[in-house]
């Protein structure tokens, strides 16, 4: 996935468009580029790299009123800089960036090729440029141009364009995020609301199939046949402050701390007299559900994986399916289904296709996001907020604590509508802990021993994370941490799976962190003992007084709490060792490599 941004208006834009770009730069960092029109010829100027890259590789600031800009996160040729965006047709005129991927794009371009265009990358971006100028040929009109290139797109798309001549940005999308921001002074389309929230806070989120069309002075948005379309303005809450890093060294340890407000905000009016009170979705939203599947991906299916535990012990069938794997992997689907989808961003491709699969299969659907206007919040027939305010670090982690603790307050709502199912007995006493939910993490942030413990195990071979029932989701989101920032070798098990083959990879060089939640542990520590026999250091995350804190040579401690709060106290314990352990190693913590925020390609 990658980041797109369009500026046009009174002043230049160049500054605009490479800060935007530094705030969308969680969705790809492998190139940089923008293009600006100044009535002299449309200005290229690309690199590989991150956007500091790109701004160090500037001899001057570009001069113009318009322009365009990209990150990028690679999925067609290796991150150079003749694969850099803007992609240019063989005179320079057009410029285009894009984001999401052309299917078809290998026998355009051969057609392409056979009329003359001259290629210079290996994306399959470039074609869209050369289509442009070729339709602006025939029809003389860039407007015109741009909805027929589009039409003979296959794939995903969200682009902007420019020409060159033409105080005009051109944009289009179908399948991946495009956002128009409304300024007095200036118009903006990017990718995510980030790039110009410090502009402005007013919206319109596009749908697939919009084209637009901005000037300095107007915009006009119509569909693939030119009619005229109305959309409705939106105004983001988000404070263009929670954009910025603040006082810490990375926004994912600002993220981290960042835990007890966010979690306040999702608790926030959902806890009413010892009972659940879910403004978007009313007592009896779900009384026609038989079953419940979750489709997520990342850190997102272990969250679902959180939410699917506690769905099962009230009653209700319930599957967890990897969104990449749908098609092949999902049971049975029909109106009784319920399928929820979880994803932060709201856009990650391989979530949208399974949910469209199963509704296709007449499933009802339920997104569960933390994006207002997301396209999964948009296309499903209800959507719940997780509230847990812009994340930019690539690594997810106050996402994670907001999806589990509004899973859990879902799993209420359904225990209550669903016919078959029993909601639990010590709900009462579930939710009053939740409130103390924050104040705990607060304590866990303020009391934990991750840094030396990060230190002291630095040098190992491998890592391993185990837990059983709500911890088992917990170990696997510990482990996919630690890989995701510190590039080590680490994975995560049902604890009682160990004995089943990981053991031959435990020696005393592989230290294993046991997590317990106070439910269903009891074989934890036994199977911690089992690793210990073969020389593992074990590092207990428990509340004080668990049996697992006898065996253990080192112990994080989480504060006694309700055994489905507890797995994410234990949570907290572990982003903070990988936090910590990639700082050791001097990783690019917001930015590991490979990775981007939410992959909107499939
Ligand atoms: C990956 C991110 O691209 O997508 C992960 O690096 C994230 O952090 C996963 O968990 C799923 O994203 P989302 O937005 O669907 O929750």
């Excluded at 012990?313 to 049971?331: F, P």
């Excluded at 509340?543 to 309700?562: G, N, R, Y």
Aim: hydrophobic share 35%; aromatic share 6%; charged share 25%.
């Amino acid at each position: 996935m990658c980041g797109i941004i369009a500026r046009i208006g009174h002043g230049d834009a160049a500054e605009t468009l490479l800060s935007g770009l530094e705030n969308l730069e969680y969705r790809g960092y492998d190139s940089a580029g923008i293009a600006v029109q100044n009535g002299s010829g449309v200005k290229v100027h690309k690199c590989s790299g991150e956007v500091d890259d790109l701004k160090s590789s500037l001899e001057s600031q570009p001069h113009g009123n318009m322009g365009i800009g990209h990150t990028r996160w690679s999925t067609h040729g290796p991150p150079t800089d003749a694969n850099a965006h803007p992609h240019t047709d063989t005179a320079g005129d057009v410029a285009v960036v894009h984001n999401g991927v052309i299917d078809n794009y290998d026998e355009l371009r051969a057609e392409l090729q056979a009329k003359g265009h001259e290629f210079e990358s290996d994306t399959d971006t470039e074609v869209i440029p050369h289509l442009i100028d070729e339709y602006r040929t025939e029809t003389g009109d860039s407007e015109e141009a741009v909805r027929r290139a589009v039409e003979t797109l296959e794939g995903s798309y969200a682009i902007a364009a420019i020409v060159d001549g033409e105080e005009a940005v051109y944009a289009a999308r179908k399948g991946s995020p495009l956002v128009l921001g409304l300024d007095d002074e200036e118009w903006f389309l990017a990718s995510d609301v980030p790039a110009f929230l410090d502009h402005t806070d007013e919206v319109i989120y596009l749908e697939d199939g919009d084209i637009v069309v901005l000037d300095p002075d107007s915009y006009r948005i119509t569909d693939l046949e030119g009619t005229p379309l109305d959309r409705s303005t939106d105004t983001v809450d988000w404070d263009p402050e929670d954009a910025g890093k603040g006082e810490y060294d990375h926004y994912m340890l600002k993220e981290i701390n960042n835990q007890p407000t966010s979690l306040s905000n999702t608790i926030e009016g959902r806890i009413d007299d010892g009972d659940v009170a879910l403004e978007e979705l009313p007592a009896g939203t779900f009384e026609d559900v038989e079953t419940v599947q979750f489709v997520a991906c990342g850190t997102s299916y272990h969250a679902a994986m959180y939410g699917a535990n506690l769905l099962r012990s009230a009653g209700i069938s319930t599957e967890v399916v990897r969104a990449s794997e749908y098609t092949s992997m999902s049971g049975p689907v029909d109106e009784g289904t319920l399928v929820v989808a979880v994803t932060q961003s709201g856009e990650t491709a391989d979530t949208l296709e399974a949910v469209r699969e199963a509704t296709a299969r007449g499933a009802r659907s339920l997104a569960v996001t933390n994006v207002v206007g997301s396209t999964a919040a948009r296309e499903a027939d209800d959507a719940i907020y997780i509230r847990a305010g812009p994340e930019v670090g690539v690594a997810a982690t106050k996402t994670f604590s907001s999806q589990a603790v509004t899973l859990a307050l879902l799993t209420q709502r359904l225990a209550a509508d669903v016919p078959t199912a029993t909601p639990a007995e010590d709900r009462e006493t579930m939710l009053e802990e939740l409130k103390e939910l924050p104040e705990h993490v607060e304590r866990v942030l303020e009391t934990t021993d991750a840094e030396s413990l990060a230190r002291d195990t630095v040098d190992s071979k491998s890592y391993f994370f185990i837990g059983n029932g709500l911890g088992h989701s917990v170990a696997l989101e510990g482990a996919l941490k630690f890989k995701e920032i510190t590039y080590e070798h680490a994975e995560g098990f049902a604890a009682g799976e160990l004995k089943h083959g990981p053991l031959a990879l435990v020696t005393d060089e592989t230290p294993v962190f046991a997590v317990a939640t106070g439910s269903g542990d009891g074989k934890t520590k036994t199977n911690a003992i089992e690793a210990q026999t073969r020389g593992a250091p074990i590092v207990a995350v428990s509340p004080d007084d668990h049996p697992l804190t006898d065996v253990a040579e080192v112990h994080l401690s989480i504060p006694d709490t309700h055994p489905v709060w507890a797995g994410l106290l234990a949570n907290v314990q572990l982003q903070l060792v990988s936090y910590h352990a990639a700082d050791l190693l001097e990783r690019p913590i917001d930015k590991p490599r490979n990775l981007a925020k939410s992959v909107t390609v499939e």
